[in-house]
């Protein structure tokens, strides 16, 4: 018999990074995340983690953490499972919804590995000057990060002169252009056809999410895979994607999806349907970039990109990751269960 929940405590967190981390959609100097920790009857504790990231999720710091209270009640008395049911019928935020979830499936026993093989992150290479940018990548290459994700903007001139230079000083990295939903449909013709002949693994979400019929074109002129981001949340989200052919690839995070649960649910899908996926995150606290790997690690047969280099950009190491962070290479502390 699982255990009641008996207490859950909601606390907000922040992390400094590094340096600002800069996209088309935000700038931000420091991680800040909504941190709720459950305790059960018999003693069991779980963690879940929520980052504030209105410009994807329409969810703040505050209203993360108002879902959070408007559910606290409810769950109280509640075993894992049914406590899993009860949030995601409920009509609080995606994030909020995530993170519960991971720490509802923690209890479940969902945290554990089938496959302890190192796995390899791509780091985010922040948008700014081309010159800045071309530091920064070369930095983060000759510091054995071979997968680069390349932030654009909305200034297509400058988007293409990046990936120009990029491509030519960095012969021999993976190159992941992400544009965040920046560009028009017109504008993202100009780039796929002044960068079409360069060695790129992907180009993600160049349009606005609910601009699927772009993002079929834009798939259907381009010589370089497109992935979806922005426009896939839902198993629902995803089905629509893949059926209407509007990108190569699909972009799960646990955040836009609403936890682990339904995480594994597109995953399966993926693993059905043989779409190629990349697991992201957004800048995350350590606990659910934990929840994130476990995912990574056990479906590394239809996840192709791991996008989860948070712990990488923290201006101080954390001691709370069930994972180690050698450059791009993670691999499981040895006091991971099996």
């Not at 931000?28 to 929520?50: M, P, T």
């Not at 894992?80 to 026993?109: H, R």
């Not at 972009?251 to 190629?276: D, F, P, Q, T, W």
Request: aromatic residues 6%.
């Amino acid at each position: 018999m699982q255990e009641k929940i008996i207490s859950i405590d909601i606390s907000v967190e922040n992390i400094a990074l590094k340096r600002a981390f800069i996209t088309a959609l935000r700038r931000v100097d420091s991680v800040s995340f909504v941190r709720v920790r459950l305790v059960c009857s018999k003693g069991s504790e779980a963690i879940g983690e929520a980052p504030a990231t209105f410009a994807i999720t329409g969810e703040d710091i505050e209203s993360i953490v108002n879902s959070a209270e408007l559910l606290r009640e409810g769950l109280i008395g509640l075993r894992a499972k049914e406590a899993v049911d009860f949030v995601q019928s409920s009509s609080v935020g995606s994030s909020a919804k995530a993170m519960f979830d991971m720490a509802f499936m923690k209890l479940l026993g969902f945290f554990k590995l089938e496959n302890s093989e190192p796995i390899k992150t791509d780091i985010t290479i922040s948008l700014n000057s081309k010159e800045r940018m071309l530091l920064d990548a070369q930095d983060a290459y000759e510091s054995g990060m071979e997968i680069l994700k390349i932030k654009l903007g909305n200034d297509i001139s400058h988007a293409i002169d990046v990936t120009k230079l990029l491509s030519e000083n960095l012969q021999k990295a993976e190159l992941l252009i992400d544009a965040n939903q920046a560009w028009s449909r017109e504008e993202s013709f100009l780039y796929v056809n002044a960068i079409n002949s360069l060695k790129l693994a992907l180009i993600e979400q160049p349009v606005i999410a609910s601009d699927l019929e772009s993002l079929k074109m834009i798939k259907e002129q381009s010589s370089i895979s497109i992935l979806a981001d922005e426009a896939v949340f839902t198993l629902a989200d995803v089905k629509k994607v893949v059926s209407t052919k509007s990108a190569d690839m699909i972009n799960i995070k646990l955040m836009k999806c609403g936890g682990v649960s339904r995480a594994i649910e597109i995953l399966e899908y993926a693993r059905e349907h043989n779409v190629l996926c990349m697991l992201g995150s957004m800048l995350e606290g350590p606990h659910s970039i934990n929840a994130a790997l476990y995912l990574a690690f056990n479906y590394r047969d239809v996840i192709k990109y791991v996008d989860l280099d948070s712990p990488l950009l923290y201006k101080t190491p954390s001691d709370a990751l069930d994972f180690i962070y050698d450059g791009a290479i993670i691999s499981p502390r040895f006091s991971m269960p099996q």
